[in-house]
T-cell receptor, first 116, second 109 residues
Framework: GAVVSQHPSRVICKSGTSVKIECRSL??????MFWYRQFPKKSLMLMAT?????????EQGVEKDKFLINHASLTLSTLTVTSAHPEDSSFYIC????????????FGDGTRLSIL | DAKTTQPNSMESNEEEPVHLPCNHS???????IHWYRQLPSQGPEYVIH???SNVNNRMASLAIAEDRKSSTLILHRATLRDAAVYYC??????????FGTGTRLLVSP
């Protein structure tokens, strides 16, 4: 079964709305989680690394004030798209991995965000 | 992380083996070779990974060239559910993954 849960799976909202997406590791603790976005027929693009108890690390070109990341516990990271506009419409995906050894990344099922 | 090169797409028939190639000529000694796949409208799914030796698991096999400059993901009997985009990724440290364009596998009945 799923080991990373992402919620909601789909959001449709008006321009100017802020949208929060949750990513939970279900049966393990994750000090680090990752957020990606994906446009139609394109590959995943890493947005940021979410670090429990400290600031997220953003990839070049990603606006940290636009995409707020909070990793307040070892099993939950949130991504808030602030004042969303149509160009923010995308598929947002999170991932996490168990610590130790060569553990693979586990991905959530993604959140499809549509801004009208 | 070093770059990988994969064909844009491949086709297969159901129940036939599929060999998905990946070139990574600039691989470093500490790079692991990871394979993930993404089914339509889902997040990626881990398939397999390896360092130097060939690897087998319930999903697939990974054949790694002796010089490690290339690898092949082998699906022994393709099913319609294997239709997905397959990503070959090099990674040291098992932290953030950098996705390339992958190979879109089409499986025909």
């Amino acid at each position: 079964g799923a080991v990373v849960s992402q919620h909601p799976s789909r959001v449709i909202c008006k321009s100017g709305t802020s949208v929060k997406i949750e990513c939970r590791s279900l049966d393990f603790q994750a000090t680090t989680m990752f957020w990606y976005r994906q446009f139609p027929k394109k590959s995943l693009m890493l947005m940021a690394t979410s670090n429990e108890g400290s600031k997220a690390t953003y990839e070049q070109g990603v606006e940290k004030d636009k995409f707020l990341i909070n990793h307040a516990s070892l099993t939950l990271s949130t991504l808030t798209v602030t004042s969303a506009h149509p160009e923010d419409s995308s598929f947002y995906i999170c991932s996490a991995r168990r610590t130790g050894g060569d553990q693979p990344q586990h991905f959530g099922d993604g959140t499809r965000l549509s801004i009208l | 992380d070093a770059k990988t090169t994969q064909p844009n797409s491949m086709e297969s028939n159901e129940e036939e083996p599929v060999h998905l190639p990946c070139n990574h000529s600039t691989i470093s000694g500490t790079d692991y070779i990871h394979w993930y796949r993404q089914l339509p409208s889902q997040g990626p799914e881990y398939v397999i990974h390896g360092l130097t030796s060939n690897v087998n698991n319930r999903m697939a096999s990974l054949a790694i060239a002796e010089d490690r400059k290339s690898s092949t993901l082998i699906l022994h009997r393709a099913t319609l559910r294997d239709a997905a985009v397959y990503y070959c990724i090099l990674n040291t440290g098992f932290q953030k993954l950098v996705f390339g364009t992958g190979t879109r596998l089409l499986v025909s009945p």
